[in-house]
């Protein structure tokens, strides 16, 4: 556990600072590090809230001051308690962990006035933190600032019950203080808070989105990059109740008795999650998953910190939307090395997959896009495809549809690049070839981070036309901060739903249309199953 211990004797350890740089904030004087690689200043595991435990746990984050401390900021913050272990963190965890990071260049001054970049890691708002060596923010803040933000996950994140008073939201209430401590302290590390970009992946990019449809949102950010997780629908939080419920049977703590969930030791916490019924079946992103009767730990529309749709809102800032080109393929990988043990699925696995998600409508879909003649017979592609595109591809479009009708300026693209290198450390090698550009496989990209693949001491290297389209798509993430745009029109067009026109990340940054051809069908699909889901829930 990283140690909020302040040194009382501000002048004296500041007089034997020599190389590191030194910036005062409303959490304290911080004192920070130098990138070994490259011109950037790091500030690890500076404080944004006070420890959430206590009576803090399942509350609103409290914000943390003491400006006249100082901080050594050079030692990796602890990640929040982790509930999964797809895209989890294996280092140290704590429920201390409201924490940020921060990258900056070493010519940077008060003055300078950077682009900022803030950064929310994916893993399903169960699993996650700023400390994952592929989030190293020394290559991509040579341009700009790159702050990164822990925020609270699983139940201690996101647990909504109105019988207990919990409106849930906490992690979405944590990236909220986060951005708003920017506002109040990026300057001094040469950031300009009027030009914060806001990005995420996967559950990240869920919130990010989230976030970018509230009316806070353009007083935060200047704009937002939504990597895989754009324009989903959010349940009520009287939708989740029945899930979420399944929590307090796990724990025991079904007295309605707020205290009893409060004391619980985290280990209790963690094994109550784990107890929680989950289908052995992979899920995509429909109403039957999202309305929170299934296994999600998601933001949920609260009425006061999320008081309306986001998918119906629209984001309310310039934004770029996209996805990978086969999303689903490391889950599928997954599910055939464990459930199926490395056997094909078979038609009658395929068959509870379409039942599990998509309920009434699974015979339809079924009709529709027939296993023999779209996929060839493959169950294992079936369930890749659909997975993309109702989990990635399609909301991702939804969500450009209502930017394009409110007026709101945003840019589409399809990331293809089949990546040289394993870029997590659970990525098995021999797993490259056969991903191809499946979720995540962007994030090093948009990072610039090249080499020493998987992170953070691997001996891979990306190729050279692999390291200029890392730079390009790098720089345009930070023109996004600085100008609200990702580059001229001639380089990357604005989406309109005439052309669809977008960038295409293949094995360069090229102009292509970014084909949401069957997002019709599956935007049918996602409005009748809302439609079912509410009649089911008594909403209707």
Same mark, same amino acid.
């Given at each position: ?139 991509? &803040? #040579? @341009? !700009?600032? +790159? ?8 139940? *201690?994140?996101?647990? %909504? ?43 990240? &990019? #869920? @919130? !990010?989105? +989230? ?8 007083? *935060?950010?200047?704009? %937002? ?316």
């Amino acid at each position: 556990m990283v140690s909020r211990s302040i040194v009382l004797s501000g002048l004296l350890a500041l007089a034997g600072l020599v190389e590191s740089k030194v910036v005062k904030t409303r959490s304290g004087i911080v004192h920070g590090g130098q990138c070994s690689t490259t011109n950037v200043n790091y500030f690890y595991s500076i404080p944004y809230a006070k420890p959430p435990v206590g009576e803090r746990r399942f509350a609103p984050p409290e914000p943390y001051y003491n400006s006249s401390g100082v901080i050594k900021t050079t030692a990796p913050a602890p990640a929040c308690i982790q509930f999964s272990d797809l895209f989890g963190e294996h280092t140290t965890t704590s429920e201390d962990c409201l924490f940020l990071d921060i990258w900056a260049p070493v010519s940077a001054t008060p003055d300078s006035k950077l682009p900022v970049k803030v950064w929310l890691y994916g893993g399903s708002n169960e699993g996650g933190g700023i400390s994952d060596p592929t989030y190293n923010g020394c290559f991509s &803040a #040579v @341009d !700009s600032i +790159v702050v990164s933000i822990n925020y609270r996950l699983g139940p *201690l994140g996101f647990l %909504a019950l109105s019988d207990l008073g919990l409106t849930g939201n906490y992690g979405i209430m944590d990236q909220l203080l986060g951005l708003r401590w920017v506002q109040d302290n990026i300057a001094g590390f040469g950031g300009d808070p009027s030009k914060v970009l806001l990005f995420g992946q996967s559950a990240g &990019a #869920v @919130d !990010s989105f +989230v976030i970018a449809t509230l009316p806070e949102a353009p007083r *935060l950010m200047r704009a %937002a990059a939504l990597e895989s997780g754009a324009g989903r629908d959010l349940a009520t939080v009287a939708d989740a109740k029945e899930w979420y419920s399944e929590f307090l049977y796990a724990i025991n703590c079904t007295e309605h008795n707020l205290s009893c969930l409060r004391n619980a030791q985290v280990d209790t916490i963690k094994a109550a999650v784990a107890a929680m019924p989950s289908p052995n079946i992979m899920t995509v992103s429909t109403a039957l998953v999202n309305n929170g009767t299934r296994s999600s730990w998601t933001p949920v529309i609260d009425g006061k910190v999320i008081k309306e749709q986001p998918s119906t809102v629209g984001v309310r800032v310039p934004s770029i939307i996209g996805a990978t080109t086969r999303e689903g393929s490391i889950f599928v990988l997954g599910s055939y090395a464990t459930v199926w043990k490395g056997k094909a699925p078979t038609q009658s696995d395929y068959n509870d997959f379409l039942n599990l998600n998509f309920g009434p409508l699974a015979t339809r879909v079924n009709e529709t896009l027939p296993l023999a003649s779209t996929f060839n017979g493959s169950t294992l592609t079936a369930m890749e495809v659909i997975l993309t595109q109702v989990s990635y591809q399609c909301p991702s479009y939804r969500a450009l549809q209502k930017a394009e009708e409110k007026g709101i300026p945003v840019w589409s693209y399809e990331f293809a690049h089949k990546p040289s290198c394993a870029w997590y450390a659970g990525i098995k090698t021999d797993w490259v070839p056969l991903l191809g550009a499946t979720h995540t496989s962007e994030i090093p990209f948009v990072f610039n981070f090249t080499s020493s693949m998987p992170p953070p001491d691997g001996n891979c290297t990306f190729s050279k036309a692999e390291q200029a389209m890392a730079h390009d798509m790098s720089r345009a993430w930070t023109n996004m901060a600085k100008m609200g745009a990702p580059a001229d029109e001639n380089t990357w067009p604005a989406w309109t739903s005439h052309e669809s026109k977008g960038v295409v990340f293949s094995d360069a940054m090229d102009i292509g249309v970014v084909d949401y051809a069957a997002c019709d069908f599956w935007g049918e699909i996602n409005e009748e199953l809302n439609k079912y889901s509410r009649s089911q829930l008594g909403d209707a």
